[in-house]
């Protein structure tokens, strides 16, 4: 079974520094990887995400993440960061064997302090 | 372009009501989903209906049941309201199997179990 592990509950970073957050997955072939973000009282908005190719993929809001097959993860970078950017984040997987169907992790939240 | 959409966005319900969330997308997706939100725990599938006419169990269905109503429409009945199912709930829509296949979420549904 598919599996995400976010290991950070909650970060705080300074508006303009950088930020990462981590998601571990465990599947044993090629997953669908992706990053969703929920600022308070909405629903889920895809940042970007993972199918084959490059490694390093590009989203919205200046957010990027790095493919890792040797050590399982799919962390989100962002260099620097912006008081609008406090939400909370959801890694998930999903694969084709799965009916695509996504599994999600528990989430961290961030906060930005000025 | 309303997407996906939810209602009633709030409600609250004793123990023992039963209520009907409805849920509706605009983007001629074949597969739609149920997802529940708890602190703690990121969000958690329901029931999931990969095309019209087909619904299957997540990996929390106990106490929900579903009806895929036509392909735009997808509900979530719960039959006798429980305390443990306070929580918030997304509906989301997904074209599994094209290069995007990311779920597109709905805003939420609020629920209070008294």
């Known amino acids: 079974a598919q599996s995400v592990t976010q290991p950070d509950i909650h970060i705080t970073v300074s508006e303009g520094a950088s930020l990462e957050l981590r998601c571990n997955y465990s599947?044993?072939?090629?997953?669908?990887l992706f990053w969703y973000v929920q600022s308070p009282g909405q629903g889920l908005q895809l940042l970007l995400k993972?199918?084959?190719?490059?490694?390093l993929v590009q989203g919205i809001k200046g957010f990027e993440a790095e493919f890792k097959r040797s050590q399982s993860s799919f962390n989100l970078r962002k260099p620097s960061v912006h008081w609008s950017d406090a939400a909370e984040y959801f890694c998930?997987?999903?694969?084709?064997?799965?009916?695509?169907?996504?599994?999600f992790g528990a989430g961290t939240t961030v906060t930005v302090r000025a | 372009n309303a997407g996906v959409t939810q209602t009633p966005k709030f409600q609250v319900l004793k123990t023992g009501q039963s209520m009907t969330l409805q849920c509706a997308q605009d983007?001629?997706?074949?597969?739609m989903y149920w997802y529940r939100q708890d602190p703690g725990m990121g969000l958690r599938l329901i029931y999931y209906?990969?095309?019209?006419?087909?619904?299957d169990k997540g990996e929390v269905p106990n106490g929900y049941n579903v009806s895929r109503l036509n392909k735009r429409e997808f509900s979530l009945r719960l039959e006798s309201a429980a305390p443990s199912q306070t929580s918030v709930y997304f509906c989301?829509?997904?074209?599994?199997?094209?290069?995007?296949?990311?779920?597109?979420f709905g805003e939420g549904s609020r629920l209070t179990v008294l």
């Open positions: 989301a829509s997904s074209q599994p199997g094209l290069p995007t296949g990311e779920l597109f």
């Open positions: 599947y044993g072939a090629t997953p669908y």
């Open positions: 993972y199918f084959s190719g490059d490694t």
């Open positions: 998930a997987v999903g694969a084709r064997s799965n009916d695509y169907k996504l599994s």
């Open positions: 983007m001629n997706h074949n597969s």
């Open positions: 209906s990969a095309s019209e006419g087909t619904t």
